[in-house]
């Protein structure tokens, strides 16, 4: 069965750099398109960016100067490195996966929590 687990949330100090990885399996990885989306408890999820299967990315405009996305295919993992964080990016991180990048019948994993202090 599908499974994507994310790894490498955690507290951070404002300024600081996070990598967050998510391990993909039970799918083939390589053709399907993989986000990273966030949520804050009470707030609607909100979209990162993605990638898709030619390695090609897209970001919400407000974070990709400083969120980049990335996907090792021979290691079914996709990462997200986040740098100049601020206390405002403190939320749940998910990733997910989609044929054709359609989010509405995605595959999700359980998330996992980061916190920027200021």
């Known amino acids: 069965h599908v499974q994507l687990v994310e790894s490498g949330g955690g507290s951070v100090q404002a300024g600081g750099s996070l990598r967050l990885s998510c391990a993909a399996s039970?799918?083939?990885?390589?053709?399907?398109?993989m986000a990273w989306f966030r949520q804050v408890p009470g707030l609607e999820r909100e979209g990162i960016g993605s990638?898709?299967?030619?390695?090609?990315?897209t970001y919400a405009d407000s974070l990709k100067a400083r969120f980049t996305i990335s996907r090792d295919n021979a290691k079914s993992t996709l990462y997200l490195q986040m740098d100049s964080l601020k206390p405002e990016d403190t939320a749940v991180y998910y990733c997910?996966?989609?044929?054709?990048?359609?989010?509405?019948?995605?595959?999700w994993g359980q998330g996992t929590q980061v916190i920027v202090s200021a």
């Open positions: 997910a996966a989609a044929r054709y990048c359609k989010w509405s019948d995605a595959y």
């Open positions: 039970g799918y083939t990885f390589s053709i399907y398109c």
């Open positions: 990638i898709d299967s030619d390695g090609i990315t």
